[in-house]
């Protein structure tokens, strides 16, 4: 049973406030709403342009649009002639070095389908059958939809011992950029997402899984590499040891959309999701509200749409039908959402947690806070203090400034903890 959709009421297809990365192969959530970063796009490709193979990382705070970044630059290079599809490479907490091997090579095998459907000869069966065994395992990302056609070895089982990708995996992926490059390909850009995952886990093997793959696989003629992650976490996997910085460039940190980008991605899946071509769009929220969600969020576009789906449509179920709709002015989605996102970290954290982050919000919401600051604050032990703090960043209810040379990590409320904490 479909829901009747809301947003009809503001002649909207859909939520124009969607969270999704943007891809080049989406129709729902295509590039083409891509607003700004003009030169960090601009920069990511010339390093990709500039040799034959590189290595790049982009740092940012969560929700800012790193994903969504990449996604347009892999676009770009896709115009350039460079091999590469609109998956993208997860990283999770347990990853070896065999895994991100596999990954590496599931992910080159999708960008040549996606290039080119017909491949076939030795590289490519040799490929595909690696890659079915890294995805029968489990490993690798969602099978490309461009799905197992290549080489007609379809029906073959494969059976691979433990640490046969290690042993194999290199020369695979070697032959394999070598084909792309026969083929025509300028190369073969591949997207490693969220670097944190992995160094929140265990930063010390983190750094040390990218320099155990550096010669195998990250120098590889033809291949090119951007890493996505938190500023700390690019920093620790990525700047650490010599031999890893030494063949990075320098990491393209973002910074917030302005102001101003962040109404024109609005007004551009307003447009893109229009209903009726000849009437125009309500805007579901006065201009004033995106402005101080902006601020709030401190850039965090996710964070920032969710925010606006969750408290427009709390609202549109409320006033139900009628006339016209009038845009939705600070007051009232502040509180929706100071109710909404209460219960929701009463919920998903617990009372004792909860409490801390009321503590913390009657000394000052937008309070930059140490550890010492804390143990004072809540009275607790520094271990304690510690420990609540890795709850909350994992759950997202706090942020983590990026750390500044030996100074004490400094930590704040994000967005959503912001609004449950508001009142009025
Ligand atoms: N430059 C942009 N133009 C248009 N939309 C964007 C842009 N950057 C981000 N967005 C949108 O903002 C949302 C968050 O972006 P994205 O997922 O890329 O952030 P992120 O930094 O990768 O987040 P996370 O830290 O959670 O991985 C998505 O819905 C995306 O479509
Ligand atoms: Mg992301």
New binding site residues.
């Given amino acids: 049973m479909a829901l009747p959709n809301l947003w009809r009421l503001y002649n909207l297809r859909s939520s124009p406030f969607?969270?999704?990365?943007?891809r080049q192969d989406s129709e729902v959530?295509p590039l083409s709403?891509?607003?700004?970063?003009r030169n960090e796009r601009q920069q990511l490709l010339n390093a990709i342009g500039g040799s034959r193979s590189s290595r790049q990382a982009v740092a940012?705070r969560?929700?800012?649009?790193?994903?969504?970044?990449v996604q347009a630059v892999k676009a770009d290079a896709l115009a350039a002639g460079y091999w590469t599809s609109a998956e993208i490479i997860p990283i999770t907490a347990d990853l070896t070095s065999e895994d991100l091997i596999g990954q590496l090579l599931a992910g080159a095998f999708d960008a040549v389908l996606a290039s080119c459907p017909q491949a076939s000869g030795s590289a490519v069966e040799a490929a595909q059958q690696l890659v079915r065994t890294i995805r029968l395992r489990g490993g690798g990302f969602t099978v490309s939809a461009a799905g197992f056609g290549a080489g007609g070895t379809s029906t073959q089982a494969v059976s691979s011992p433990p640490g046969a990708l290690l042993l194999d995996g290199p020369r695979v992926l070697r032959d394999l950029l070598v084909f792309a490059l026969e083929q025509g390909a300028s190369g073969v850009v591949l997207h490693l997402n969220?670097l944190e995952n992995l160094s929140e886990a265990d930063a010390t093997r983190a750094a040390d899984l990218l320099r155990s793959i550096r010669d195998q696989a990250l120098l590889l003629d033809g291949l090119h590499l951007i890493v996505?992650g938190t500023t700390d976490a690019v920093r620790t996997v990525v700047q650490s040891h010599t031999q890893v910085r030494s063949v990075f460039s320098d990491p393209v940190g973002l910074d917030p959309?302005a102001p101003k980008e962040v109404h024109q991605?609005l007004e551009a899946r307003y447009r893109s999701l229009r209903l009726e071509p000849d009437l125009p769009v309500q805007a579901p929220v006065q201009g004033e509200v995106i402005d101080a969600l902006h601020e709030l969020f401190r850039g965090d576009?996710?964070g920032l749409?969710k925010a606006l789906e969750d408290g427009i449509s709390a609202l549109l179920g409320l006033t139900g039908d009628g006339e016209g709709p009038q845009p939705i002015g600070l007051a009232d989605l502040t509180l929706v959402l100071s109710r909404r996102y209460k219960l929701e970290w009463l919920d998903q954290l617990g009372t004792t947690l909860w409490q801390r982050l009321e503590a913390w919000g009657e000394r000052d919401v937008q309070a930059v806070l140490t550890q010492a600051d804390l143990v004072k604050l809540w009275e607790i032990k520094q271990p304690s203090v510690s420990q609540t703090l890795q709850q909350l960043v994992h759950s997202g209810a706090a942020d983590v400034l990026p750390r500044r040379g030996g100074e004490p990590l400094q930590y704040l409320l994000t967005g959503a903890t912001r609004l449950a904490l508001s009142r009025r």
């Fill in positions: 969607f969270q999704a990365t943007l959530t709403l891509f607003v700004g970063r940012g969560p929700g800012i649009g790193k994903t969504t970044l969220n996505v959309l991605l576009l996710r749409l």
